[in-house]
């Protein structure tokens, strides 16, 4: 069927006025306002090179009550588990053995004594004798001999009169430094021998305490390297230790690095160090389980971000999302480092005063514009704002049923 020509042009005219019409709706259409962001500018800082490494407590000094003579046991003068200064009787061994030992040995010298007051009186008659020309030089130099022997024999009953008193003196079981008694370890009625091995009870100093600790050689290794590259320098203080007790609480008092040792160990490649703490109200004790924070050095124009700035791909590729100059979105792959409290430092792919975009990731993509303002870490995620206002809202609603 063939169309005349009115038709043909009122359909043209249709046509022609229906798109017209929806050019102008296009045009009128609004666009999207660009999407709220909160960034992080970055800024080169001065970072601490703070480790994290396992270790066990142990005491300063330890010290194995022995006895120094044999005997029987008769006291146990402490009280376990308690504080013991140097010097303090713990046991009381039999004296009386040893009391009769020095009776005997003060006899010895009194008869030795009496011996060379014989002999010093029949040297002085020689010596009169011989000046005088009455008597052979023969007796007179036995005199003299006899004298020294005299002489000598007094010095060992000296010598075997201490030697007693000094038993005697054993016989009471001394600490022999000042610290904190374990448990007793034998009883009253024992006999204990002083060639033995045996221990009568242990002293602990335990305050100051020693935290000792390992790292990785290679570790190790790396930070020195990098110190004498002059990436990082090193504090002029004294290295700080810090303690995170196993319940993960730091521990209050602060402690100084002692040293770190020469060599590594073959079996575990390991480098141990000791770190000194003082513990004024006993709260560590031998044996505990540690983490020791040790700040190692410091480290030069280092960039850090927000943990919660940091995305990863399929792939495990660490990247941002960058604010540009025209308030653009920007996709940038980053290479991490250490952790720094919440933030994670970033080695590469970052400069000093960009934006890191932290919150409003959900309607933004590469190139996407953006309206950027500067990221609070203390205020509440958008959600969790909305959820207490939501709540704070049905409150009075239900107090007013």
């Known amino acids: 069927m063939r169309m005349n020509r009115p038709t043909l042009a009122a359909a043209l005219a249709t046509v022609i006025l229906l798109s017209g019409c929806q050019k102008q709706e296009e045009q009128a259409a609004p666009a999207f306002p660009p ?87 029949k040297a002085a008659r020689q010596e009169a004798l011989k000046k005088a020309n009455v008597v052979a030089a023969q007796q007179f130099d036995d005199a003299a001999a006899l004298l020294a022997a005299a002489a000598a024999d007094v010095a060992i009953a000296q010598a075997g009169l201490a030697a007693a008193k000094l038993d005697l003196q054993y016989a009471n079981v001394t600490a022999p430094i000042s610290g904190q008694i374990g448990r007793a370890l034998i009883t009253e009625g024992a006999l204990v021998s002083a060639n033995s091995s045996e221990n009568l009870a242990t002293i602990q100093q335990l305050d100051p305490l020693y935290a000792d600790f390992t790292q990785s050689a290679t570790d190790l290794i790396r930070l020195r390297k990098a110190l004498e590259d002059g990436q990082m320098m090193s504090g002029d203080q004294e290295a700080e230790v810090q303690l995170i007790l196993d319940d993960g609480t730091p521990y209050e008092h602060k402690g100084k690095l002692l040293f770190s040792e020469a060599a590594v160990d073959a079996t575990t490649g390991q480098v141990t160090l000791r770190g000194e703490f003082p513990n004024p109200d006993g709260d560590l004790l031998p044996g505990m389980y540690v983490r020791v924070l040790v700040q190692q050095g410091v480290e030069k124009n280092a960039i850090t971000v927000p943990q919660q700035a940091v995305q990863r791909n399929v ?33 590469s792919g970052l400069k000093p005063g960009e934006k890191v975009i932290v919150e409003g990731f959900q309607k933004i993509g590469p190139g996407a514009p953006v309206e950027p303002t500067d990221w609070d870490p203390n205020a509440k995620p958008a959600a969790e704002a909305a959820q207490t206002t939501a709540a704070a809202e049905e409150k009075p609603a239900e107090a007013t049923k």
């Open 315 to 347: 792939a495990g590729q660490s990247q941002v999302y960058v604010v540009d100059a025209d308030k653009k979105v920007e996709f940038r792959n980053v290479t991490l480092g250490r952790t720094v409290g919440t933030r994670w430092q970033v080695t």
């Open 35 to 121: 999407s709220a962001v909160a960034v992080f500018t970055t800024a080169s800082e001065t970072l601490p090179i703070t480790n994290e490494l396992p270790g066990r407590i142990t005491a300063t000094r330890v010290a194995e009550v022995r006895p120094r003579v044999s005997g029987i046991v008769v006291e146990r003068v402490f009280q376990q588990g308690t504080k013991v200064k140097e010097g303090d009787v713990l046991y009381r061994i039999d004296p009386a053995p040893f009391q009769v030992q020095v009776e005997k040995a003060e006899a010895t010298l009194r008869r030795a004594e009496a011996v060379r007051l014989q002999a010093e009186q």
